[in-house]
């Protein structure tokens, strides 16, 4: 019977350790791509600046 009560707690503890791991990629995605996004931004207005100057 303890057996079974051992792998119920492992198998929780597996779950939220992956839930866990889950959540941490998903902010790193999201840094990742405001990062890229400012950059992008960045780049968009050095484009426009230079456009400016051509014209």
Same mark, same amino acid.
């Given at each position: ?8 707690? =492992?198998?929780?503890?597996?779950? =939220? ?8 990629r998903r902010g790193h995605q999201l ?25």
């Amino acid at each position: 019977m303890s057996n079974l009560l051992a792998e119920d707690l =492992a198998r929780a503890h597996l779950a =939220a350790r992956l839930q866990q791991a889950e959540s941490q990629r998903r902010g790193h995605q999201l840094a990742a791509a405001r990062r890229l996004s400012r950059k992008a931004e960045r780049a968009a207005a050095q484009a426009r600046l230079a456009l400016a100057r051509v014209i």
